[in-house]
Nanobody, 121 residues
Framework: QVQLVESGGGLMQAGGSLNLSCAAS????????MGWYRQAPGKQREMVAT???????NYADSVKGRFTISRDNAKNTVYLQMNSLKPEDTAVYYC???????????????WGQGTQVTVSS
């Protein structure tokens, strides 16, 4: 059974920083892309940042220059360093991993349980 366990959310004042981490565990063959998504109350879930095995990174325009995604392939862990936080960053942040279970097998999406990030003004 695959699990994505997130940590690092919390309450922060505007302008502050938080670091999220997400570790994938269980039996799988490989991890392709990993990423972070968020969902604010009354809004749809949106992509925040993604990173591939080859270290190709993609960011939402709203977080470019403030957030940095990274990953440790040996630990199956992805991180999100969030700087210069704004109240509009308040949301539940979800970790995502695209996994495969055999060579040439299909890619499957997995999600973490979510961690709350609240930024006060």
């Amino acid at each position: 059974q695959v699990q994505l366990v997130e940590s690092g959310g919390g309450l922060m004042q505007a302008g502050g920083s938080l670091n999220l981490s997400c570790a994938a565990s269980g039996r799988f063959f490989s991890i392709n892309a990993m990423g972070w998504y968020r969902q604010a109350p009354g809004k749809q879930r949106e992509m925040v940042a993604t990173i591939t095995t080859g270290d190709s990174r993609n960011y939402a325009d709203s977080v470019k220059g403030r957030f940095t995604i990274s990953r440790d392939n040996a630990k199956n862990t992805v991180y999100l360093q969030m700087n210069s936080l704004k109240p509009e960053d308040t949301a539940v942040y979800y970790c995502n991993a695209v996994l495969s279970f055999r060579v040439g097998g299909p890619m499957v999406n997995y999600w973490g349980q979510g961690t709350q990030v609240t930024v006060s003004s």
